[in-house]
Antibody, heavy 126, light 106 residues
Framework: EVQLVESGGGLVQPGGSLRLSCAASGFTFSSYWMHWVRQAPGKGLVWVSRINSDESSTNYADSVKGRFTISRDNAKKTLYLQMNSLTGEDTAVYYC???????????????????WGQGTMVTVSS | EIVMTQSPATLSVSPGERATLSCRASQSVRSNLAWYQQKPGQAPRLLIYGASTRATGITARFSGSGSGTEFTLTISSLQSEDFAVYYCQQYNNWWTFGQGTKVEIK
C-alpha cells in the first residue's frame, strides 16, 4: 500500500524547535518530489516547503524561510522538516505530500499532490 | 505570489442537486490546476489535475474545467459522501491553494 506517515508533532514553547518526519512506503520514494503543507485549526491549506528527488533543490514559503529546513533520506525513505524559532502562527497540522507527474490527453506534463499523510499536529504555546 | 480565490465560501446544496465551485487565479496558471477534497479530520484527497483530468478512482460525478485564470469544479449529483471542503491549487508558479469552498447539506 502506498502510504505516508508523519510523526514528531507535539507541544512546543515559542522560540523552540521541532523535527517532523514522514515515512514513506509502497513506492519508490527516491523518485518523487516531496512537500510539506500545513493547516492551522479551522483554516485552509498552506504550502510550506518542497524538496526535489535528490535533495539538490529546496523551496520555502516566505513565512518559514530561514527558520524551517526540509530534508530527506532516500535510503530510509523518510522526509523531514526541521522547524526552529517557532511562533504561535506555526500552530497547525502538518501534512507531507507526494508530488506526481501526469500527462494529459495532449501529452503535456502536469503535476499534483497525489498522496498525503494523515498529518501531525504542532502546537506552539507557553 | 499567485493568489487563488475560491467562491462561494460556503455552498448549500440538497442531495442529488448539482454543485458548481469556482476558482480564480490572480494571473494565468495555464492548466496547471488541481482540486482536492477534504473531510473533517482527514487529509486532502486529489480529485482533479491538469484542470480537467480526474485522478485515479475518482467518480465521474466530479468534473473540472477552465484554463488561464478561471476554473470550475462541478459535482453533477451530490451524494452524502460529497459534502466536504474543496480546495483548488495552482502549481504553475510554485504552489498556492485557494481558501476553500465548504459544500454543506441544504
Amino acid at each position: 500500500e502506498v502510504q505516508l506517515v508523519e510523526s514528531g508533532g507535539g507541544l512546543v514553547q515559542p522560540g523552540g524547535s521541532l523535527r517532523l518526519s514522514c515515512a514513506a512506503s509502497g513506492f519508490t520514494f527516491s523518485s518523487y518530489w516531496m512537500h510539506w503543507v500545513r493547516q492551522a485549526p479551522g483554516k485552509g491549506l498552506v504550502w510550506v516547503s518542497r524538496i526535489n528527488s535528490d535533495e539538490s533543490s529546496t523551496n520555502y514559503a516566505d513565512s518559514v524561510k530561514g527558520r524551517f529546513t526540509i530534508s530527506r533520506d532516500n535510503a530510509k525513505k523518510t522526509l523531514y522538516l526541521q522547524m526552529n524559532s517557532l511562533t504561535g502562527e506555526d500552530t497547525a497540522v502538518y501534512y507531507c505530500a507526494r508530488e506526481s507527474t501526469y500527462y494529459d490527453s495532449s501529452g503535456y506534463p502536469t503535476r499534483a499532490f497525489d498522496i498525503w499523510g494523515q498529518g501531525t499536529m504542532v502546537t506552539v504555546s507557553s | 505570489e499567485i493568489v487563488m480565490t475560491q467562491s462561494p465560501a460556503t455552498l448549500s446544496v440538497s442531495p442529488g442537486e448539482r454543485a458548481t465551485l469556482s476558482c480564480r487565479a490572480s494571473q494565468s496558471v495555464r492548466s496547471n490546476l488541481a482540486w482536492y477534497q477534504q473531510k473533517p479530520g482527514q487529509a486532502p484527497r486529489l480529485l482533479i489535475y491538469g484542470a480537467s483530468t480526474r485522478a485515479t478512482g475518482i467518480t465521474a460525478r466530479f468534473s473540472g474545467s477552465g484554463s488561464g485564470t478561471e476554473f470550475t469544479l462541478t459535482i453533477s449529483s451530490l451524494q452524502s459522501e460529497d459534502f466536504a471542503v474543496y480546495y483548488c491549487q495552482q502549481y504553475n508558479n510554485w504552489w498556492t491553494f485557494g481558501q476553500g469552498t465548504k459544500v454543506e447539506i441544504k
